[in-house]
Structures are given as C-alpha cells and as structure tokens.
C-alpha cells in the first residue's frame, strides 16, 4: 500500500526528490512502481523521479510548516529556486556547493516574515548525545532516519521546505531593530505539528555580525536544559539531539561547533508579533495572529481574550521559572514565547544556594535579568506586547479604521492596562500555589505564603552554601522536631565548608534556632511527603555540573553529558543521581556565562 505526500500548495512545482513516498506494506521495493511514477507526475512538472532506495524510508514525512501559509515571505528569495538548485541536498550524500549563498547568506533588511534557505553543510558531524525523552514525542518512525547527517543538516528529509523567521525585538531594554533566526533554521513540521529546528546551522539574512553556528559548549547547556526542564514540568522547547562537528568556530576562543535539533509545536516570539506592527504591516498580522489565536489559544473568542491568555501562561511560567530557582538570563522580548514556552537556552543558570539578585549572565552588568527581577520583566516585555495587541482589538471593533485617533483606541487601552495590572496577581498566585507545594502543603491557606515561604526564603538567603535544590529534597525526610533539628546538624551546618569563609565565621547565631522555629510551624501544617518529592527534583542543572561535562565533551569525552541526559528523563528518581551533583564545589561556585555562544 502506497500513500503521496502531497504538493504543499497548488502553485508550488517541487522537484520528484521532494516527494515522499511511504511504503506501508511493500518495503523491500527498490524502485517505484509504475502506477506511483504516473501518480507523481500528475502533480509535478518532472520527467524523472529519483529511485526509492534513495530516499530515507519513514512512516512519518516532513512537510512545509503549515504557519508559513498564513506569512508574507520574503521576496528575494523563492523555494522553487532553492529546491531546484538544492535537489541534491534530499537524496545524495553532503556536498559543499552553495549556489544562491548570496542571498541566503548575507545579512539584509528582509521584507518578509521569513526567508527560505538549507543549512550551510557541516564537516564530520557526530552524533554525541540524544533524548530517549524526545524520541518518544517524535516517534519511532521518524527517528530512524534522523542520522548524523539530517540532524547536521547536510541532508533534507523529504517534504520539508526550510526557513529562517524575521522578527524584531527589545535587547536590554533598548529597541534592536530587526533580529530574527541569525543560526536557527526551521526544517519543515512533523505529521504531528512539532516544528524541527537546527540550532548552529550556518549563516541566514538575519545573523547580521554572527558567523551562523554554534559551539559546543552552548550546544550541549540547550540540549541538556530543555529535555531537564520538560521533565520537570515547565513548558519549554524541546531538543532531540546534540551534534559535534569538526568545524573550528572562533568565540573568545577557538572552539569545536555544533547542532541542537530542537521542536515545539510554536516558535512565535513576543518579536514575531512586534515585527508586524514596527514593519506597520497590520492586515497581514491581523491573518497570521488570527491563525495563531484559532491554532494555540483555542478557548479566545477574541484578541482580547487572546491578549489576557499570554499574559497569564507568561505569569505562570515566569512562576515556575522561579520555584525551582531557574533563572533565564536574557529576557529581551525576541527571547519571550508567545504560547508560554521556555525558549533559547543561553546564559541561564539554576541557583546554587539562595540569592535573590542572582544573576549567571556575566554581561548583565545592572542585573536587569536577576532572578527576583524577572517577574518585573516579565510584566515590561507584556506592556511592549500590548501596542501590537491594541491595534488587533481595535481592528475587531465594528466601524474601526486605521485611521482612527489615539483617543478613540483609548478604551481599549485602559483594557489592556487592566489586564496588565492583573499580571502581579497571578503571578504571586501561581508562585504561591509552587512554592506550598515544594513544602508539601496540600490544604492550602491565604497566610500560609506569609507565614512559611517568606521566612523561609530570608532564611535560605542566611544559608550560604545550601544549595537550594538539595535543601527541599533533603526537607521530604523531615516528619519531627527531632528530624528538624538532625537536618540542621547534617545538611545546613556543614553547607557552610562549600560557602566563602570559615565555617565560624559564617553560621549566624541565630540561624539554628530561626530554622528549627520555622520547622515546628510548617510541621504543624502536616506537610505531605509524597506531595515535596514529586514536586522536588532529586538534582538541577547547575553551571558547576554544565561546565564539567563541557570540559570533559571538549576532550572527548561525552560520558558525562550522557548520564545527565539520562538521568533528565527521571529527575525526581534518586537513584539516577549522584550526591555529588547536588553540592556545588567551593572553588567553583559562581560560574556565569556569556551571551557569546
């Protein structure tokens, strides 16, 4: 039994290599059979087709991502010329020609919401790591042909069209102009709707100053974080594998390059919406948001409801960020999901012991993306979200017009702004709710927040070198006073040999019986112990533990990022974690990163 894949759009003529056909029963064939011939030419103007032994053999294609119909492109440059120039990419083995380089290569002001273009070819790539976590979402079929050179890039499954999205965005606060994917290169959308993405796959129209590729060292903190974060329940884009290849890439220093294949079902960014509205193209934002609402925001009759909704998942992931003590580094609005995802995994950090103006990103100089000030940028990311928002509710109101005044936008306006000032309620809620949780408290109360995490968390603070996760794993085992005070002698009191200072010097004297009275209190709230372990992980990502891995994969050595990978699938499973990943060695507390990756 044969099935076609069909032609993407009527007016798009694909060459034969891009079709693919799957065989359900007959497998063993090594050419089409005649009648699959004629079919495939009624549909495409070819007069050859490429034989199936060939063409990767999936139960599950690629096809164009179906957002892409709902976009203006980009004019310069059209798939049905890359296609034709490129046909060797979907079924030969790599080769390094590059024929329309210029105009996929060189950064420009694009006019479209997206550019077509392939991955630049990488040399020797190697398949070090991949997620068994991710393999189960892509499914078993597809993953059999995700070989070193589709998740490289060299090789272009057939059906898929690949691009490089347009979008705009605030940097530090500061407007940036145009920015979008500068090494991000979308390969097409699975029969199940996730978008496939390489990460350091070479040069687009929008990598301006950058060269396109990524290094290892970033590649393997992406690939690691955002299996670890999905396994512990936050929203997050995904990542199947992570790919070395021998290409030198120069950051402060020379360093070996690499490729992330990630997935989510939506990579549309606070920036992808702003694009419309600085670019003053509203009709074409009006289509392709009223796409988005209908596709990721079902239950919004409206883009008003649309509106609260994004503001809501963003207090609620924000919330989550911060109970597990995640910090993300660089929130400019180009880096903020419209549906509530984590995206874009570069200087984060998770915290080691408790610090609120915590902040890993060693080019944030004022701390403008600290841990404590995240929800606060959160909330300024959404106000610059509303501009765009506030031209979509007033193009719904019946009688409007673009030429409307100011003044006659202004109830919609004051809508917005209501919404907005909501933003701090549900945040707090959300994070309340988080917190009781990692404490066990299942019957909640509207003064347990005041009355145990608050005091909690100014304790912590005192506790210099308690790390942070550990402390509300360990926490589950304590069901008395007398374990309170046990835990104290074991896990707070020698924390403080892995903090600076001596340990004389740095335990407060009124830590002890501050800690022990905070214990009889949230003991008195019958704390569940199931309820802590499922909502603590037995580990984080620290940089501590990030940066050995890295060190180690950069000699050879991948064993390290392996068993990380691993251990991510069940982060709340013990047995999978050693003690040591859980205290931060003293000499190598603080790390922090750079945006140079």
């Given at each position: 039994?044969?099935?076609?894949?069909?032609?993407?759009?009527?007016?798009?003529r694909l060459p034969a290599a891009l079709f693919y056909i799957r065989f359900t029963s007959c497998r063993q064939l090594t050419t089409f059979p005649t009648a699959a011939v004629q079919a495939i030419k009624s549909q495409v103007n070819v007069d050859t087709v490429h034989p199936i032994s060939s063409l990767p053999m999936c139960a599950v294609y690629l096809k164009p991502s179906?957002?892409?119909?709902?976009?203006?492109?980009?004019?310069?440059?059209?798939?049905?010329?890359?296609?034709?120039?490129?046909?060797?990419?979907?079924?030969?083995?790599?080769?390094?020609?590059?024929?329309?380089?210029?105009?996929?290569?060189?950064?420009?002001?694009?006019?479209?919401?997206?550019?077509?273009?392939?991955?630049?070819?990488?040399?020797?790539?190697?398949?070090?790591?991949?997620?068994?976590?991710?393999?189960?979402?892509?499914?078993?079929?597809?993953?059999?042909?995700?070989?070193?050179?589709?998740?490289?890039?060299?090789?272009?499954?057939?059906?898929?069209?690949?691009?490089?999205?347009?979008?705009?965005?605030?940097?530090?606060?500061?407007?940036?102009?145009?920015?979008?994917?500068?090494?991000?290169?979308?390969?097409?959308?699975?029969?199940?709707?996730?978008?496939?993405?390489?990460?350091?796959?070479?040069?687009?129209?929008?990598?301006?100053?950058?060269?396109?590729?990524?290094?290892?060292?970033?590649?393997?903190?992406?690939?690691?974080?955002?299996?670890?974060?999905?396994?512990?329940?936050?929203?997050?884009?995904?990542?199947?594998?992570?790919?070395?290849?021998?290409?030198?890439?120069?950051?402060?220093?020379?360093?070996?390059?690499?490729?992330?294949?990630?997935?989510?079902?939506?990579?549309?960014?606070?920036?992808?919406?702003?694009?419309?509205?600085?670019?003053?193209?509203?009709?074409?934002?009006?289509?392709?948001?009223?796409?988005?609402?209908?596709?990721?925001?079902?239950?919004?009759?409206?883009?008003?409801?649309?509106?609260?909704?994004?503001?809501?998942?963003?207090?609620?992931?924000?919330?989550?960020?911060?109970?597990?003590?995640?910090?993300?580094?660089?929130?400019?609005?180009?880096?903020?999901?419209?549906?509530?995802?984590?995206?874009?995994?570069?200087?984060?950090?998770?915290?080691?012991?408790?610090?609120?103006?915590?902040?890993?990103?060693?080019?944030?100089?004022?701390?403008?993306?600290?841990?404590?000030?995240?929800?606060?940028?959160?909330?300024?990311?959404?106000?610059?979200?509303?501009?765009?928002?506030?031209?979509l509710i007033h193009g719904e109101q019946e009688g409007a017009t673009s030429a409307d005044s100011e003044e006659a936008k202004k109830p919609i306006v004051d809508q917005c702004v209501a919404i907005l000032k909501g933003y701090k309620e549900m945040f707090e809620k959300e994070y309340a709710k988080l917190m009781l949780m990692k404490l066990g408290i299942q019957n909640r109360?509207?003064?347990?927040?005041?009355?145990?995490?608050?005091?909690?968390?100014?304790?912590?603070?005192?506790?210099?070198?308690?790390?942070?996760?550990?402390?509300?794993?360990?926490?589950?085992?304590?069901?008395?006073?007398?374990?309170?005070?046990?835990?104290?002698?074991?896990?707070?009191?020698?924390?403080?040999?892995?903090?600076?200072?001596?340990?004389?010097?740095?335990?407060?004297?009124?830590?002890?019986?501050?800690?022990?009275?905070?214990?009889?209190?949230?003991?008195?709230?019958?704390?569940?112990?199931?309820?802590?372990?499922?909502?603590?992980?037995?580990?984080?990502?620290?940089?501590?533990?990030?940066?050995?891995?890295?060190?180690?994969?950069?000699?050879?050595?991948?064993?390290?990022?392996?068993?990380?990978?691993?251990?991510?699938?069940?982060?709340?499973?013990?047995?999978?974690?050693?003690?040591?990943?859980?205290?931060?060695?003293?000499?190598?507390?603080?790390?922090?990163?750079?945006?140079?990756?």
């Amino acid at each position: 039994m044969i099935s076609l894949v069909s032609c993407p759009s009527p007016s798009m003529r694909l060459p034969a290599a891009l079709f693919y056909i799957r065989f359900t029963s007959c497998r063993q064939l090594t050419t089409f059979p005649t009648a699959a011939v004629q079919a495939i030419k009624s549909q495409v103007n070819v007069d050859t087709v490429h034989p199936i032994s060939s063409l990767p053999m999936c139960a599950v294609y690629l096809k164009p991502s179906s957002h892409l119909e709902h976009l203006p492109g980009d004019p310069k440059i059209l798939w049905k010329d890359i296609s034709t120039q490129y046909k060797h990419r979907f079924t030969d083995a790599p080769k390094s020609q590059d024929p329309l380089k210029d105009v996929m290569r060189t950064s420009r002001i694009v006019e479209g919401a997206y550019s077509h273009l392939v991955p630049e070819i990488q040399p020797n790539p190697t398949v070090i790591a991949t997620s068994k976590l991710a393999e189960e979402e892509l499914g078993e079929e597809l993953v059999k042909v995700l070989d070193e050179h589709v998740l490289a890039g060299n090789r272009l499954l057939p059906g898929s069209a690949p691009y490089a999205e347009n979008y705009i965005g605030y940097q530090f606060g500061s407007f940036a102009g145009q920015l979008g994917d500068g090494r991000a290169i979308s390969l097409g959308e699975t029969a199940d709707g996730d978008v496939l993405q390489l990460k350091g796959s070479g040069r687009t129209p929008y990598s301006r100053f950058g060269d396109g590729w990524a290094v290892l060292r970033s590649s393997i903190r992406e690939f690691l974080a955002s299996e670890y974060m999905h396994a512990i329940g936050i929203p997050t884009t995904r990542a199947y594998s992570l790919v070395r290849t021998d290409r030198p890439v120069q950051r402060e220093s020379v360093e070996n390059g690499a490729v992330v294949l990630r997935f989510a079902k939506s990579f549309v960014r606070f920036g992808s919406v702003e694009w419309f509205y600085y670019s003053k193209k509203i009709d074409p934002m009006k289509k392709y948001l009223s796409y988005v609402k209908k596709t990721h925001f079902p239950q919004a009759k409206s883009f008003l409801d649309m509106y609260q909704q994004v503001v809501g998942r963003t207090a609620q992931l924000i919330a989550a960020w911060m109970s597990v003590g995640f910090t993300h580094g660089v929130m400019n609005t180009d880096n903020m999901s419209l549906v509530g995802l984590t995206i874009d995994y570069g200087p984060y950090g998770f915290m080691e012991n408790f610090v609120q103006d915590y902040v890993p990103n060693h080019s944030d100089d004022t701390g403008r993306y600290s841990f404590s000030n995240q929800p606060n940028v959160g909330m300024w990311n959404l106000g610059r979200l509303a501009l765009p928002f506030i031209e979509l509710i007033h193009g719904e109101q019946e009688g409007a017009t673009s030429a409307d005044s100011e003044e006659a936008k202004k109830p919609i306006v004051d809508q917005c702004v209501a919404i907005l000032k909501g933003y701090k309620e549900m945040f707090e809620k959300e994070y309340a709710k988080l917190m009781l949780m990692k404490l066990g408290i299942q019957n909640r109360s509207e003064s347990d927040f005041e009355e145990l995490v608050k005091p909690l968390l100014s304790l912590l603070e005192k506790m210099k070198g308690m790390e942070y996760t550990r402390f509300f794993r360990k926490l589950a085992a304590v069901k008395s006073n007398d374990d309170a005070k046990s835990f104290y002698e074991q896990e707070i009191k020698p924390s403080f040999r892995r903090a600076k200072g001596s340990l004389e010097e740095a335990v407060p004297d009124d830590l002890e019986s501050d800690f022990l009275a905070w214990a009889r209190t949230w003991l008195s709230k019958s704390p569940s112990q199931d309820v802590m372990l499922r909502r603590n992980p037995a580990f984080t990502l620290q940089n501590f533990l990030l940066q050995q891995a890295i060190e180690m994969s950069e000699l050879g050595d991948h064993s390290l990022v392996q068993e990380l990978i691993e251990a991510s699938r069940r982060p709340f499973d013990d047995d999978l974690v050693k003690d040591e990943w859980t205290k931060v060695p003293k000499e190598r507390r603080g790390l922090a990163c750079s945006c140079s990756s």
